[in-house]
């Protein structure tokens, strides 16, 4: 396989789309069946690259697992080793997630330092502050680039506030909250839906968990209990956005299946103001292209504002739109690789240096004292009339945001890294074919 997509662009997209479940749910929820005793199923699993390398990594640990047509069977009782190894933990960003069922199995945990999406220095230091909280000594040697984590005997509940909120560091809490003694509250949690899907499958088995905004109160239980019927996770909400823009920046016509307004206001409301066609249709939302397009600028935020992973596909839509329209991404420190690869095709970007009534103690990263806020903002001058080129995948989303370039541009495109898009994205040139698009896979 050469790991590439051939695309030849300039048409409009139109059709229907099924949503797959969400990458975020289901990486969390294969984790957290760790924490039972008895086999645990779930239902609408995406078959995607991000879930085979967790599903592998769980297996060297020994755990059985069976996945076929998006239906996912885990066996704890299978768990036998607390020592996660550098090459599976490496390929999967949620590795550090194993801390709380490890812990709680075997009262330690050996994990290698994260891998994952190149999006920012994404350290861990929040979630660690938060292991102490509970009890658990962590320590990390640079020489391995290892940690380990040890408690000295059954996890008592904590109140732990993050200073910042974090999606995954809040999922870890919970997982390790679930099983401790005692009333945990974890407050500054983050409000993802992805985390509230984790939630209810975790009450559905007997946890006690109560989300009231941004604090979450967990009463431990001592045991928790499948449901006889297995957990179906919820749709992709970022998918969703993903296949609403490809509509619109190709003039095409998308219904996407799987999706409600409220879940993605932040984007619709942006799509309204940009002058996208909408149409609400319960379960379902449509994306056409109506009028040309004007320019609207966004500023990254944490759930339920418009989320750092639309930023990049909504990027290419504003190359489309008639003005200058601004991006500032305020949650990861380096997500504007996407840039250099947009200008092959004739995108304009200019990087520039945000508004100074912005605070940088309100970006969601640790801001280092010498930053230079200019690589957190662009400019993006259009409309451009985009050519064809080849492009390289940096990232997740980046891949699917030069994507939607290629399908948007004129001409035979080169997408080299296709298999980083797959991390994320289940079938996604099947989607894009059924929806007219000229893509194949080499
Ligand atoms: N951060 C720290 N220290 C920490 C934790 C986070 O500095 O201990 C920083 C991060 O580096 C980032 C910011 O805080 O700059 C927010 O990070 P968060 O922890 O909320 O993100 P995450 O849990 O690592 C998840 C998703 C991301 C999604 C973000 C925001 C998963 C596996 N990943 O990441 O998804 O963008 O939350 O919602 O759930 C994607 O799907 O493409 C993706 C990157």
């Given at each position: 396989m050469e790991d590439v997509f051939i695309v030849r662009g300039g048409k409009p997209l139109k059709g229907e789309v099924q949503l797959s479940g969400a990458k975020n749910v289901a990486l969390k929820v294969a984790i957290a069946a760790l924490l039972f005793k008895e086999p645990v199923a779930f239902e609408n699993i995406p078959a995607i690259k991000d879930v085979e390398e967790l599903l592998h990594l769980m297996r060297s640990l020994g755990v059985a697992t069976t996945f076929e047509h998006n239906k996912l069977t885990i066996d704890p009782s299978t768990l036998v080793h607390h020592h996660v190894d550098l090459l599976h933990g490496s390929k999967t960003r949620v590795s550090f997630l194993l801390f709380a069922p490890l812990l709680h199995k075997f009262g330690k945990s050996v994990i290698p330092n994260p891998g994952g999406c190149r999006i920012g220095a994404r350290p861990i230091d929040r979630h660690i502050q938060m292991l102490e909280s509970f009890g658990v000594e962590v320590k990390y040697d640079s020489n391995t680039g290892y940690y380990s984590a040890t408690k000295a005997d059954k996890l008592k509940a904590a109140t732990f506030t993050f200073e910042k909120p974090t999606h995954t560091g809040t999922e870890l809490a919970i997982m390790l909250a679930v099983l401790a003694q005692g009333v945990s509250i974890i407050k500054n949690a983050a409000l993802e839906p992805e985390v509230d899907d984790l939630i209810s499958f975790l009450n559905q088995a007997g946890a006690r968990i109560v989300r009231n905004g941004s604090e979450i109160t967990i009463e431990g239980v001592t045991r928790l209990v499948p449901s006889v019927n297995s957990y179906a996770i919820m749709y992709d909400q970022n998918e969703a956005v993903t296949y609403g823009v490809f509509a619109l920046a190709t003039r095409g016509d998308i219904t996407v299946h799987g999706v409600k307004r409220g879940d993605i206001t932040a984007f619709v409301d942006k799509v309204l103001e940009a002058g996208g066609g909408f149409e609400d249709l319960g379960e379902s939302l449509r994306f056409f292209y109506e009028k040309p397009l004007t320019a609207v600028d966004i500023q990254t935020a944490v759930?339920?504002?418009?989320?750092?992973?639309?930023q990049s596909p909504w990027a290419v839509l504003m190359t489309q739109a008639q003005g200058t329209s601004i991006i500032h991404e305020t949650v990861f420190e380096d997500r504007f690789g996407y840039v250099a690869e947009l200008e092959k095709l004739g995108c304009r970007f200019e990087f520039f240096s945000p508004d100074s009534t912005f605070s940088r103690t309100s970006y969601q990263f640790n801001v280092p004292a010498h930053f230079d806020t200019k690589r957190q903002a662009i400019k993006i001058h259009g409309p451009s009339k985009l050519h064809n080129g080849v492009m390289q995948v940096r990232d997740l989303r980046a891949g699917a945001t030069v994507l939607i370039a290629a399908c948007t541009a004129q001409g035979e495109s080169i997408i080299n890294g296709a298999s980083i898009i797959d991390r994320g994205y289940e079938h996604i040139e099947v989607k894009l074919q059924h929806v007219g698009a000229d893509i194949a896979r080499l």
């Open positions: 759930y339920p504002g418009f989320k750092t992973d639309w």
